[in-house]
């Protein structure tokens, strides 16, 4: 496909309104990012390895600056979550422990599911305030 008509029709793909799914679409993409960082580290592929690792970095970013902190305790409490993973995430550049990988995908896997279940209490019309997301995650501050 020509690239100038995949760009056009990338509206179809992504529902721009519903930067929930989105939200989900990229929490559901990171594991597998990690799994392959994994593999390339196992090949001793190590530039691509740095690659996608800092891609995945990048994104935890973007999810960290994306954080309005107008709504308390919650996305401060994401932000520490989001520099720890960074944190770990640049550690492995060094040590290449696949140990630091499987916490950081475990700890990213929680968030999602956690997302995803406010995202359809949202969706259903429920109020995610009845069952706070924090709630559905209660094990990652003990991670930390």
């Known amino acids: 496909m ?3 008509n995949a760009y056009a029709r990338a509206h179809e793909l992504v529902d721009l309104d519903d930067k929930g799914k989105i939200l989900i679409k990229v929490f559901n993409a990171l594991p597998e990012k990690i799994d392959r960082v994994k593999a390339l580290i196992a090949e001793k592929k190590y530039e691509k390895k740095y690659h ?7 994104v935890i970013e973007i999810l960290d600056q994306s954080l309005d902190m107008s709504y308390g305790e919650i996305p401060r409490n994401l932000s520490s979550l989001y520099c720890y993973l960074i944190r770990r995430l640049n550690e492995v550049h060094a040590t290449l422990d696949p140990k630091t990988l499987d916490e950081c995908k475990e700890i990213i896997c929680k968030i999602g599911a956690g997302f995803a279940q406010a ?5 259903r019309g429920s109020s995610p305030k009845q069952r706070p997301v924090a709630a559905a995650t209660p094990s990652i501050q003990s991670q930390v």
Request: charged content about 25%; hydrophobic content about 25%; glycine content about 0%.
């Open 119 to 123: 995202y359809e209490q949202v969706k």
């Open 52 to 58: 996608e690792l800092t891609k995945i970095t990048m």
């Open 2 to 4: 020509n690239p100038y």
